[in-house]
């Protein structure tokens, strides 16, 4: 592991010279104000610019900051996951086949340290990028909605926060152990289809990571901790850590089919 | 005379497809050997596996007192067409290529300055990759591959992609680079073998089919010739009905073949001159590297 140092560090130069270090915090933190401030000025802005006849009257929904935040992760599922797959997909896949892996993979360098250091500061990024938009947005929505408990939004976040680390890790190791393409497709299946199939199908068991979007937001409905919450998260923490094995064994196995 | 690296059986299939079959040989310990074959003899996969980068079908590839240790740390490779991080800086990049492969952490900046002033990058050590021109790529190429010192070269066609002003840079440095490292490169420049080469191994079609110093192999492939051009077709004419002497002709040029029958030039000069033909040209060949490459790579 004595080259994760030098490893990481390059990640981290790349990734703020290509941008993503400051784009991907700037999407979420817009979208974490964008959602209190829409929700908030809902009437006034359908009234303004919402083409409503004459006289037409709505009952708008009371909405509480617990909502505001519920609904906010509702954007982060869909955007914030698709920015995940799309900036991250091919950071494996893609130095293999630009070539640009090569001059790496010919010192050495272990595969666990080459598989952590991506790992790392793509979690890094993305969960910094999650906690600033939701920091951002609960600013808002202490100030439109009234505050919401502290301890409430912390147990919401660090739940969902386990669920975006288990997306990294999917895209990671797909981008391992596919190519670009295929990794991104696949992490759309599981990230997106898998994601509806158990909301469909999913009332047959409880344990599974893709509840855990559902089960963060128990503490802001007020519920008490939900039936296979801790199994949920003891399982997605198993299944990162297979995912990020096999993801290095990956790097590994497909370090030959770099460009050379 | 120390070994340096031992090849033996090293073979890599794909599918029914032999990329390299059965290699087997040896280097000396600061010696430059040049590896010699048309595209598609399995030069670059060879030289992959070498750099521990592609897994042998069969085979091993040691690398002497290293057994302990990961051999990557002994190599430098440079690929044929090095592909680098275009955001990072030549500095940055070679600074990262001596961490990973072990240099001293107090010296990698000095190390890795050296080396970029070696390579003839000394002004450019601050300017992002990205805006490198073909002939820079390939010296950072040349010093990511040597800035921690190894013991072995690997090089992938290190020259065939540049202009002669370039190439005859790289070549200098890899003179210079000869002093104190094991060379191995790939090559299907010739001229270039020549200039620089111990060793020569031949590759056609995943196999070895020729491995020997340059002399040696130019002895065995030479087939000298003695060239006479005479300034008609019937003096060639005359010459071939006095002479005792096995002769090939066409035209007014005879050809002598002088391994088999105790001829040289002084025999062949004396025989024209006591007849007084008239002649245009007397001339000794030997196949150069060429065309013993063609000879070495056409025989089947």
């Known amino acids: 592991m004595k080259n994760t140092g030098v490893l990481v560090q390059k990640e981290f130069r790349e990734h703020s010279r290509n941008f993503k270090l400051y784009w991907i915090p700037i999407v979420f933190i ?10 908030h000025y809902l009437p006034q802005i359908m009234e303004s610019v919402g083409n409503l006849p004459e006289g037409s009257d709505f009952m708008w ?66 969960l910094g990028s999650l906690w600033a938009g939701f920091l951002a947005a609960s600013y808002y929505i202490r100030i439109l909605f009234g505050p919401v408990a502290f301890g409430d939004i912390l147990k919401f976040v660090g739940t969902y926060s386990l669920w975006i680390v288990f997306a ?11 190519s670009t393409g295929a990794a991104a497709g696949l992490s759309i299946l599981i990230l997106f289809v898998f994601q509806v199939l158990d909301s469909v199908i999913g009332a047959f068991w409880t344990v599974s990571p893709w509840k855990l979007s559902i089960y963060a937001t128990y503490p802001l409905q007020g519920d008490s901790v939900p039936t296979g919450y801790w199994m949920s998260l003891t399982l997605t923490v198993v299944l990162i850590v297979l995912l990020f094995i096999l993801g290095a064994y990956m790097s590994k196995r497909n370090a030959s089919k770099t460009t050379v | 005379m120390t070994e340096l690296l031992r090849v033996s059986q090293l073979s890599k299939i794909y599918g029914d497809n032999k990329v390299v079959d059965s290699m087997t040989f040896e280097l000396v310990e600061k010696t430059s050997t040049a590896l010699i074959g ?27 007192e290293e057994e ?16 680098f991080f275009p955001w990072l800086t030549a500095i940055e990049f070679t600074e990262m290529a001596a961490r990973l492969s072990g240099v001293d952490s107090r010296i990698v900046q000095s190390e890795a300055q050296k080396t970029l002033e070696f ?14 021109s073909g002939g820079m790529k390939q010296r950072l190429g040349l010093a990511q591959a040597v800035v921690h010192k190894p013991k072995l070269l690997l090089l992938d066609e290190p020259v065939s992609a540049l202009d002669p002003v370039g190439r005859r840079q790289v070549m200098n440095l890899l003179k210079e680079l000869q002093q104190q490292t094991t060379i191995l490169y790939s090559t299907h420049i010739l001229n270039d073998a020549e200039e620089m080469t111990d060793q020569l191994l031949f590759l056609r079609k995943g196999e070895l089919v020729e ?14 010739r003695i060239l006479i051009e ?13 002479s005792t002497w096995t002769l090939a002709s066409k035209n007014n040029f005879v050809s002598i073949d002088p391994s088999h029958q105790q001829i040289g030039m002084t025999e062949v000069l004396a025989a024209l001159h006591a007849d007084s033909f008239r002649i245009r040209k007397v001339e000794w060949q030997t196949a150069n590297l060429e065309e013993i490459f063609m000879k070495v790579v056409m025989s089947s």
Do not use: H
Not at chain 1, 30 to 39: A, R, S
Not at chain 1, 168 to 178: G, K, Y
Not at chain 2, 69 to 80: V, Y
Not at chain 2, 230 to 242: C, D, H, Q, Y
């Open chain 2, 211 to 224: 491995n020997g110093s340059l002399s040696s192999i130019k002895e065995k492939y030479a087939n000298p």
């Open chain 1, 168 to 178: 990294v890790t999917v895209v990671l190791t797909l981008s391992a152990s596919l």
């Open chain 1, 61 to 126: 929904p009371q909405f509480q900051g617990t909502d505001i935040f519920v609904s906010l992760m509702g954007q982060y599922q869909l955007i914030g996951i698709l920015i995940i797959i799309l900036a991250f997909m091919g950071s494996i896949s893609g130095e293999r086949k630009s070539g640009t892996a090569t001059l790496l993979y010919v010192r050495p360098m272990s595969f666990v340290s080459y598989f952590f250091s991506k790992w790392i500061v793509i979690n890094a990024i993305v």
């Open chain 2, 230 to 242: 005479f300034e008609s077709v019937e003096e060639a004419a005359r010459f071939l009905s006095i």
């Open chain 1, 30 to 39: 817009i979208l974490g104000i964008v959602e209190p401030v829409t929700n």
């Open chain 2, 38 to 64: 048309p595209n598609g003899a399995g030069k670059t996969t060879a030289l992959s596996m070498m750099a521990g980068l592609v897994t042998p079908t069969e085979g091993t590839v040691l690398l002497k």
């Open chain 2, 119 to 132: 390579v003839g990058l000394g002004d450019a050590m601050k300017k992002r990759i990205g805006t490198f």
């Open chain 2, 68 to 83: 302990n240790k990961d051999s990557r740390a002994s190599i430098g490779f440079l690929p044929q067409y090095p592909k």
